[in-house]
């Protein structure tokens, strides 16, 4: 008897070590993967701190603002001074980012456009964390930290997260929206009531930004009825099913109604608010062009593809590579009888929790084709999703080529390569990342920039107006006895824009025939609108952002301003 076990004994030793050994090599390849996090949310927290006052102000930022301010007087006035509902159009929009902002302004001793910069960050640093977070909820810390760092390189992301600041914050909020969906997408008929809170403070804050926000609770009503479908056989277990999950997600309804109201009280002000805002998201239009591949669209007849073309060309090539992997595998794991398809989804609602708030927005803008412009900046919130997706394609490609390891060495030294491309780029860009373009865009960034929308937000007049007062004091160094000013200048953009860095020598005209000088963004060939003598210009991988003109020798017809060329 002992002679025949032996043996046995022998191989079911060599298997518990083997199974140790690749135990303890998981457990340290996660805990690599989990510092290496760490190192990277570290780093972003350093280059924040350092860089957030090197970007400039974003056209849109002092309406936001001013509507911050307004907020925030309605609840310091016991909510009689009413102001911030009459004005202009932002009534239509909730304003958390802004009412912090505004608080913060009152408190910190910091120029409050650096303040509404470094909060946008904060959000941005905080949508990153939570695509890391659903990513190793669904797939490891190796895709996590992969997800992570892809977001990390994505210029509409990393870089729009100083200045998008309703963009970025709200796509934080969605972020953290998904993470709590896919945390309760297997427990939907007994959710804690902990996470049915977290996940009402994520959806209450979100749409406390802008009714995009509803989004989410889409994501989570569509992610109950698939869950029906695959747990509850019958229409009597499902209805019990509904029920469970009324219940249980009830306390975050009541959370993300309550934060609703208190960041957006207009939304409560009457009983057709939100649907008036609602209309005004999906048909939000006005006289206004985009740019598609070079040619000039009302942003009202923008083609169905538009979102997809941008996406297609703003992400990063390394990003497309783990979007088109991810998608192979899917497609290859796929059952191919329909009746093992249910079992195939059992355990997979997480997933499907990710795959519906990436292909929802996807197809609401194919069939409803809503007013579009300034690229993704409007579903901004679509990338982190996109990210998760990313990073697990590329950490799946990996081990789905494990056993050939040549082939796993060249799409590892491939996707390193086109990494490291992107981050060079990005470092030539600072602090304009948020208008780089993949090598799909062009055939090279000047190209890009000139086919495509660019420098929306104007943030390079801040180098330009430093180019103007460079150039003044040289020359007032040279003829002192010169005019002194004050000179006149025209911004092709909104004109606080110039104002908040010009000094005292200087005046923003909004009468352009008279003005001393010009400032403008190339974006849509805005520079183009008046002549003058160009005396700088910002410029990134050759392609100009903004140019400054002086027009002070310019006589008759040539001072006045003109269409800007289409083409």
Known sequence: ???????????????????????????????????????????????????????????????????????????????????????????????????????????????????????SAIFGFAGILAIYKVTEKLAGERAALLAAILLT??????????????????????????????????????????????????????????????????????????????????LKEKMCFY?????????????????????????????DHILIAAKSFSHFAFNMNTIVDG????????????????????????????????????????????KTLKPFFQNRLPQISLAIAILFPLFFVLYDRPALYNGVRHFTFIIPPLAVLAGIGLSQAWDKLSQHPKWQLSFAIAATALALNTAYILFELKPYEYVYYNHFAGKNLKQAEHHWEADYWSSSLIDASKMLENYLDAEQKNWPSEHQGPYYVAVCAEAFQGRAYLDKRFNITENWVRADFFISSTH????????????G???????????????????????????????
């Open 243 to 271: 029920g469970k999950a009324f219940i249980g997600l009830l306390p975050a309804g009541l959370v993300a109604f309550a934060l609703m109201g208190l960041c957006w009280p207009w939304a409560l002000m009457g009983a």
């Open 1 to 119: 008897m002992g002679i025949t076990t032996a043996p046995h004994r022998c191989i079911i030793g060599r298997l518990i070590i083997r199974m140790r050994h690749q135990m303890t090599s998981k457990l340290s390849n996660s805990s690599l993967y989990q510092k290496l996090s760490y190192a990277l949310f570290g780093a972003l927290g350093i280059f924040i701190l350092l860089t957030f006052k090197q970007y400039g102000i974003s056209n849109d930022e002092q309406v936001q603002h001013v509507y911050g301010q307004l907020l925030l007087k309605f609840y310091s006035s016991g909510f009689t001074d009413q102001t911030a509902f009459t004005y202009k159009n932002l009534y239509l929009y909730g304003g958390f980012f802004d009412l912090v902002a505004a608080s913060l302004e009152k408190i910190l001793p910091i120029w409050v456009w650096d303040i509404r910069h470094l909060l």
């Open 153 to 234: 390189l994505t210029g509409a992301w990393s870089g729009a997260m100083f200045t998008h600041t309703k963009d970025v914050s709200f796509g934080a909020c969605m972020a953290w929206a998904l993470y709590y969906t896919t945390l309760l997408s297997n427990k939907l008929d007994r959710i804690p009531l902990n996470l049915s809170i977290k996940l009402g403070i994520a959806v209450g804050f979100a749409i406390g930004l802008r009714i995009g926000g509803a989004f989410a609770v889409i994501y989570l009503l569509l992610i109950v009825f698939v869950a029906s479908l695959i747990q509850a056989p019958n």
């Open 537 to 567: 210009t910002v410029e990134r991988l050759g392609a100009p952002l903004a140019v400054v003109k002086d027009r002070r020798d310019l006589i008759g017809e040539d001072r006045r301003p003109h269409a800007a060329p289409q083409d």
């Open 295 to 338: 040619t000039f669209v009302s942003i009202g007849e923008v083609p169905r593809t538009y979102l997809l073309d941008y996406l297609a060309i703003r992400l990063p090539e390394v990003f497309l590579i783990g979007i088109l992997s991810m998608v192979i595998i899917v497609l290859i794991s796929l059952p191919r009888n329909f």
């Open 524 to 535: 849509m060939n805005c520079d183009k609108v008046l002549n003058g003598n160009i005396i």
